[in-house]
């Protein structure tokens, strides 16, 4: 697990745990603002 998350963090663990927690919460606003522009476009 931890060679997991070194391989996915560039060499720490520490990073791979921050680019895993990170993912969601991008993820998460790539949708928003999609959901968000499509709206905007629709309502015109």
């Known amino acids: 697990m931890t ?3 070194a391989a996915i963090g560039g060499g720490t663990m ?3 745990i921050v680019v895993t927690a990170a993912a969601p919460v991008l993820a998460a606003g790539a949708v928003g603002y999609a ?3 499509l ?3 629709i309502s015109e």
């Open 3 to 5: 060679s997991g998350l």
């Open 35 to 37: 959901t968000y522009k």
């Open 39 to 41: 709206w905007k476009w």
């Open 14 to 16: 520490l990073g791979g």
